[in-house]
């Protein structure tokens, strides 16, 4: 959300801010700090809605008094909004679904490949839209891999936020606790062993669901073509970079990627092979406010944050000026 106001104010732009209804609060604070600031009102205005969200939207979209949209979201939420906001030929922007993929090749740190892999996958319990979501490991190493990231997983403590030594918390609501249950079961029925978790949390709450590893993880599960959007995380197994780019780009999207590795030739044609709008190289955290931020194919354009940011929220005006060949006054 701060990605979106600070280079709208920057620019010169006033924002109508439709916060989650999911979340609201969050939302509410930002206002409030906005007050504190000294921003005049009517510079930043926040719009709180669950039930009527749809026509919210439209509102907003449809309205010849806004210039421009900026949307995070659902692929499916953001076709919606680009298509109400075409008859009046808004500019937009659009960062939607992700599917990241997370190589791991045999030359790489496997400690570190570890940790950024725990970064990437379970940060949030996995409710963002650039976690990790398919974790692909060399053949060589898939083993030693499995083991050392299943012992990091079962360390994890789930509860309340405010529970001593909770390391991980509920999801958003009940529909993404089924969907990581539908993962799951769709997993083992194909063929995945489940090595730590996979199962709800009924006794700490109904949004509660363990943190989970699979191995075995095939190209016909589920959550190989879906961003699960939650704590699980599957290991694929592969053997070189040709079969894995591929894997990891059959999807129609691209946010982010994750990939580690030794050797600086590989990290580059790896690097330039992979579509997403952005790299994490032997890391699993990208996000940085002086860094360009959005994807590509159906994750949608446009970017948030660094130089490139304030663009989205500009456009370019050219002025000509004639007669101006006149000579020097009083020469």
Same mark, same amino acid.
């Given at each position: 959300?701060?990605?979106?106001?600070?280079?709208?104010?920057?620019?010169?732009?006033?924002?109508?801010?439709?916060?989650?209804?999911?979340?609201?609060?969050?939302?509410?604070?930002?206002?409030?700090?906005? +007050?504190?600031?000294? *921003?005049?009102?009517?510079? %930043?205005?926040? !719009?709180?809605?669950?039930? @009527?969200? =749809?026509?919210?939207?439209?509102?907003?979209?449809?309205?010849?008094?806004?210039?421009?949209?900026?949307?995070?979201?659902?692929?499916?939420?953001?076709?919606?909004?680009?298509?109400?906001?075409?008859?009046?030929?808004?500019?937009?922007?659009?960062?939607?679904?992700?599917?990241?993929?997370?190589?791991?090749?045999?030359?790489?740190?496997?400690?570190?490949?570890?940790?950024?892999?725990?970064?990437?996958?379970?940060?949030?319990?996995?409710?963002?839209?650039?976690?990790?979501?398919?974790?692909?490991?060399?053949?060589?190493?898939?083993?030693?891999?499995?083991?050392?990231?299943?012992?990091?997983?079962?360390?994890?403590?789930?509860?309340?936020?405010?529970?001593?030594?909770?390391? +991980?918390?509920?999801? *958003?609501?009940?529909?993404? %606790?089924?969907? !990581?249950?539908?993962?799951? @079961?769709? =997993?083992?029925?194909?063929?995945?062993?489940?090595?730590?978790?996979?199962?709800?949390?009924?006794?700490?709450?109904?949004?509660?669901?363990?943190?989970?590893?699979?191995?075995?993880?095939?190209?016909?599960?589920?959550?190989?073509?879906?961003?699960?959007?939650?704590?699980?995380?599957?290991?694929?197994?592969?053997?070189?970079?040709?079969?894995?780019?591929?894997?990891?780009?059959?999807?129609?999207?691209?946010?982010?990627?994750?990939?580690?590795?030794?050797?600086?030739?590989?990290?580059?044609?790896?690097?330039?092979?992979?579509?997403?709008?952005?790299?994490?190289?032997?890391?699993?955290?990208?996000?940085?406010?002086?860094?360009?931020?959005?994807?590509?194919?159906?994750?949608?354009?446009?970017?948030?944050?660094?130089?490139?940011?304030?663009?989205?929220?500009?456009?370019?005006?050219?002025?000509?000026?004639?007669?101006?060949?006149?000579?020097?006054?009083?020469?």
């Amino acid at each position: 959300m701060t990605r979106k106001i600070g280079p709208a104010l920057a620019a010169g732009c006033t924002v109508v801010v439709k916060s989650p209804g999911e979340t609201p609060f969050t939302s509410l604070a930002l206002g409030e700090l906005a +007050h504190r600031a000294g *921003i005049p009102k009517g510079v %930043v205005n926040f !719009v709180t809605a669950m039930k @009527n969200t =749809a026509e919210v939207g439209e509102a907003l979209t449809t309205s010849p008094t806004v210039r421009k949209i900026s949307f995070t979201g659902s692929t499916p939420v953001g076709a919606l909004l680009m298509k109400q906001a075409s008859p009046t030929l808004k500019k937009v922007s659009f960062e939607l679904g992700g599917n990241a993929p997370f190589i791991v090749f045999d030359d790489a740190d496997l400690d570190a490949a570890v940790g950024g892999a725990i970064s990437s996958k379970f940060r949030s319990s996995g409710q963002t839209c650039v976690c990790a979501n398919r974790i692909y490991v060399q053949k060589g190493i898939y083993r030693d891999f499995a083991e050392k990231f299943s012992e990091k997983v079962r360390n994890f403590r789930v509860g309340s936020g405010f529970g001593e030594g909770v390391t +991980h918390g509920p999801l *958003i609501h009940d529909r993404a %606790v089924s969907k !990581v249950e539908q993962h799951v @079961n769709d =997993a083992k029925e194909k063929g995945g062993k489940v090595t730590v978790g996979g199962q709800r949390l009924p006794d700490l709450g109904n949004n509660y669901f363990q943190p989970t590893v699979i191995t075995g993880m095939n190209s016909k599960m589920q959550l190989a073509s879906e961003e699960t959007f939650g704590p699980v995380a599957g290991l694929f197994e592969f053997e070189t970079e040709a079969e894995v780019v591929a894997q990891a780009n059959a999807t129609d999207v691209g946010l982010s990627g994750y990939f580690f590795s030794k050797d600086i030739q590989r990290i580059w044609r790896v690097a330039e092979a992979l579509e997403v709008g952005m790299v994490g190289v032997n890391t699993g955290l990208i996000s940085d406010p002086a860094a360009p931020f959005g994807g590509v194919k159906k994750s949608g354009f446009g970017r948030e944050g660094s130089m490139y940011g304030i663009e989205e929220y500009q456009t370019t005006k050219m002025i000509t000026l004639g007669g101006m060949g006149e000579p020097l006054q009083g020469a």
